[in-house]
Every structure is written in C-alpha cells, then in structure tokens.
T-cell receptor
Framework: AQKVTQAQTEISVVEKEDVTLDCVYETRDTTYYLFWYKQPPSGELVFLIRRNSFDEQNEISGRYSWNFQKSTSSFNFTITASQVVDSAVYFC???????????????FGQGTTLQVKP | DGGITQSPKYLFRKEGQNVTLSCEQNLNHDAMYWYRQDPGQGLRLIYY???????QKGDIAEGYSVSREKKESFPLTVTSAQKNPTAFYLC??????????FGSGTRLTVV
C-alpha cells in the first residue's frame, strides 16, 4: 500500500530562518510522482512542485528547494530565509503513474503547519 | 481562464438532510476527484472518476454518492448516512497522472 508520512505536525520559526519540512513515502511502484502543495488559510491547495521517480535531481525555485532521495524514500522541502507569508499548511503527496489499473489518485501526508513569526 | 469551480463556499446542513456539493471544470480533464479534509488532518479520497459515466470509491466513500454525467461536472452528495459530515471538501481534476488542479473548496457544517 502507498503511504506518505509527514512526521512534523507543527513547526514554528522566526522570520529569515531556514526551515525543512520532511516527507517520507512508501510505494511498490517503480514509476510514481511526488508533489508538494501549500494550503494557506483560505483553504485552496497551491501546487509547488511535481517530481517523477526517475528524476532525483534536486530542484531550486527561488527560496524553495527540494531534496529527493530514493534510497531513503524521502522528498524533503526547504524554505530558505522564511517569511511571514510562508505561514501555511504544507502537504506532501504521492501518485501512481498512468497505466492499466492505475488511478492517478493522490495520496496525501497529514500535513505540516508552518508558522513564521516576524 | 480555465479552472475548477466549487459551490457553495459554505454550506450548512441539518441533521438527516442530503446536500449536494457542486464541482465544475472547464479544463477538459478526464479525471476528477473528491477529497475530504478534517481539521489538522490530510486529505482523504472519497470518490474519483476517470471517465464520464464511471466512478470508483475512494478510501472513505460510505455516506457519499457521486455522478459523472458530463465531463465538466462531478457533484458530490453527502447523504444522511454520513454521520460526521462536517469537514472541508475539495474537488480536483487531472488530465492524466500529472497536473492536478484543485478547486477552492466547500466548507460543510452540520447544524
């Protein structure tokens, strides 16, 4: 069975600190996708990144970076120089790849609530 | 602009009533999904549909029903059999197995 674990329920940092959100996943599929979403207080899910299982290159987008390691089944998310606007709930998710019998449904972790204090 | 429209944003239900949450997309996506979110928890899959006139149960389908008569629409009915329906409901669509788009959600409260 597929599973996503975000062990950190809540994290509180002071503005300008770096913060890493952990994500560990379980799957038997060899082809899969990993995602990070941000959920601000309004509730809508904001897409941050998608990574396929064959691409282990780390990715950087501005203050955001992601570290994908298949050997440890982890897909961690780091925010550098955090800002108050980064305060939100962050979800890591896993989806099956396309193919016969696969649904493409997203499986979410429990989420990590990040609070950035000024 | 293309996207997913969920309505209403807030919904109040009396105990014993059925209510229907609307989800419409103009992205021409084949697959659509309904998720439920409880406070402090992740999203759990209720139902999904890969194609018109076909849908599958997710992890927590009991007390819910759906229909998929049109590609653009995937309404969710919360029936009286759902004993604890107060939650935040999110609809999503997906053209394949990538690029999920989410609606802005419906907050359902039992009064």
């Amino acid at each position: 069975a597929q599973k996503v674990t975000q062990a950190q329920t809540e994290i509180s940092v002071v503005e300008k600190e770096d913060v890493t959100l952990d994500c560990v996943y379980e799957t038997r599929d060899t082809t899969y996708y990993l995602f990070w979403y941000k959920q601000p207080p309004s509730g809508e899910l904001v897409f941050l990144i998608r990574r396929n299982s064959f691409d282990e290159q780390n990715e950087i987008s501005g203050r955001y970076s992601w570290n994908f390691q298949k050997s440890t089944s982890s897909f961690n998310f780091t925010i550098t120089a955090s800002q108050v606007v980064d305060s939100a709930v962050y979800f890591c998710a896993l989806s099956e790849a396309g193919g016969s019998g696969n649904t493409g449904k997203l499986i979410f972790g429990q989420g990590t609530t990040l609070q950035v204090k000024p | 602009d293309g996207g997913i429209t969920q309505s209403p944003k807030y919904l109040f239900r009396k105990e014993g009533q059925n209510v229907t949450l609307s989800c419409e997309q103009n992205l021409n996506h084949d697959a659509m999904y309904w998720y439920r979110q409880d406070p402090g928890q992740g999203l759990r899959l209720i139902y999904y549909s890969q194609i018109v006139n076909d849908f599958q149960k997710g992890d927590i389908a009991e007390g819910y029903s759906v229909s998929r008569e049109k590609k653009e629409s995937f309404p969710l009915t919360v029936t009286s059999a759902q004993k604890n329906p107060t939650a935040f409901y999110l609809c999503a669509s997906n053209p394949g197995w990538r690029g999920y788009t989410f609606g802005s959600g419906t907050r359902l409260t039992v009064v």
